[in-house]
């Protein structure tokens, strides 16, 4: 078991007695990306050659199986293929995973089924065969409009090639998010401050004039063992960095997105529910090379991670051992992976959301609230509990509180 080298030391004291389960979410993962870029850390490994399609997707279905035990009788309110690129993916393959998942899960008829594409691998047939198949919720990974600062990110698409995906998946999907990325490195060494505030507005005004009904709009961020981390390229300062956003975030206001997660804006009634079970903490099972999950039980909290490696998932699948690791989650330690998540969230949550995800009385962190409320990070009240502007802003500053052994109730 790895652990947070600030996580907080489990009560023993208290024992974990769920009286209802969370929501229950479903992620695939498609590990394969045509090439891997810079700055990204997600498990996700070059297609060298022709992809192992049926090998996989048989694999991720024998996984489904074998996982069905822990989660028999749970409906899955949403599924999501994340990656890699999954739209390296046929249609046929996506449809067959969806018609094995309908098999084998009660997927409630409203399901959110979100695929991650990449502008890149975009073809107006195989955009169609998705939908056909059961995809009705689409993000495309753009990054950026920009050619030179597409460029230096490592993607493989250019600006054109954006702009002609998103017009084809429009044809096919009226849920579409966009990603976009902000404070980004200059592709000229004599230009050290990297990208400039209006550099990132003209992103974000290319991408208004597609009216996507999400837009999720990150900080690049140097993550361990990237090309990026280990070789910095040249970026904003934090001072440019601060302003991007605070601009960034009074456009889409004025556009009529709601800010409603950290990085997140929505029109209105198209918040990403997938992601939103994860910001309430959630349950969700993760199947494919990599993939995480998070699993509650009446008496426990478990934590499982799939084999990194596609060739060597694929094995152990056949092994009937798909996990790398598992762990259940001490007591002491969900007080902090709830907050981690919940208060990522602007309007926060409800008071007896905590209780009934972590099965924890609220009681039991009155000291950490307090000292974030003393600090200007949280307000609440009986019923409400959510970040303030100043929390927002420094979020991190808000969960490290949170890292802190909880304190006994008085």
């Not at 997707?57 to 822990?70: I, K, M, S, T």
């Not at 047939?125 to 600062?149: M, T, V, W």
């Not at 929390?391 to 969960?399: I, Q, S």
Request: aromatic share 8%; net charge negative; charged share 20%.
């Amino acid at each position: 078991m790895t652990t947070h080298p600030l996580q907080p030391v489990a009560l023993k004291s208290q024992a974990v007695n769920f009286q209802a389960l969370p929501p229950l979410s479903l992620y695939i993962h498609i590990p394969w990306c045509v090439r891997k870029c810079p700055y990204c850390d997600f498990n996700s490994h070059e297609a060298r050659s022709s992809l192992p399609e049926q090998e996989y997707v048989a694999a991720l279905v024998r996984d489904l199986e074998l996982a069905l035990p822990l989660i028999w009788g749970r409906k899955v309110y949403t599924v999501f293929f994340g990656g890699g690129t999954p739209s390296l993916l046929s249609g046929e393959s996506i449809e067959e995973l969806l018609r094995q998942v309908r098999m084998l899960l009660p997927l409630d008829l409203g399901a959110e089924i979100t695929l991650e594409a990449n502008p890149g691998t975009v073809e107006a047939a195989r955009f169609a065969a998705y939908r056909d198949a059961g995809i009705n919720r689409l993000s495309l990974g753009i990054q950026s409009f920009n050619d030179a600062h597409l460029k230096v990110l490592g993607r493989i698409h250019s600006a054109d090639e954006a702009r002609r995906a998103i017009s084809i998946a429009q044809q096919h999907f009226d849920n579409i998010n966009l990603d976009l990325m902000y404070a980004l490195p200059s592709n000229n060494r004599d230009k050290s401050l990297g990208q400039t505030l209006d550099e990132a507005l003209q992103d974000v005004q290319a991408a208004l004039q597609f009216s996507p009904q999400h837009l999720s709009c990150y900080h690049l961020t140097l993550e361990p063992n990237t090309p990026f981390h280990h070789n910095p390229p040249m970026l904003p300062d934090d001072d440019a960095s601060s302003d991007m956003q605070q601009h960034i975030e009074q456009m889409l206001a004025a556009h009529g997105y709601e800010h409603y997660e950290t990085s997140a804006f929505a029109q209105p009634d198209r918040r990403a529910r997938h992601n939103l079970n994860y910001w309430q903490f959630g349950d969700y099972l993760g199947i494919g090379a990599g993939a995480h999950s998070k699993l509650s039980f009446h008496d426990k909290v478990l934590r499982q991670v799939r084999h990194k490696q596609p060739q060597t998932y694929m094995e152990q699948i056949a092994n009937g051992t798909p996990l790398q690791s598992e762990h259940e989650v001490p007591p002491g330690e969900l007080a902090f992976e709830f907050m981690m998540n919940a208060l990522r969230l602007n309007q926060g949550f409800d008071s007896l959301l905590f209780q009934e995800r972590t099965s924890l009385p609220l009681l039991l962190i009155q000291r950490e609230l307090q000292d974030a409320e003393r600090r200007g990070l949280l307000m609440r009240d009986h019923q409400h509990i959510a970040p303030t502007e100043l929390g927002r802003r420094f979020l991190n500053d808000l969960l490290q509180i949170f890292l802190r052994p909880p304190s006994t109730a008085p």
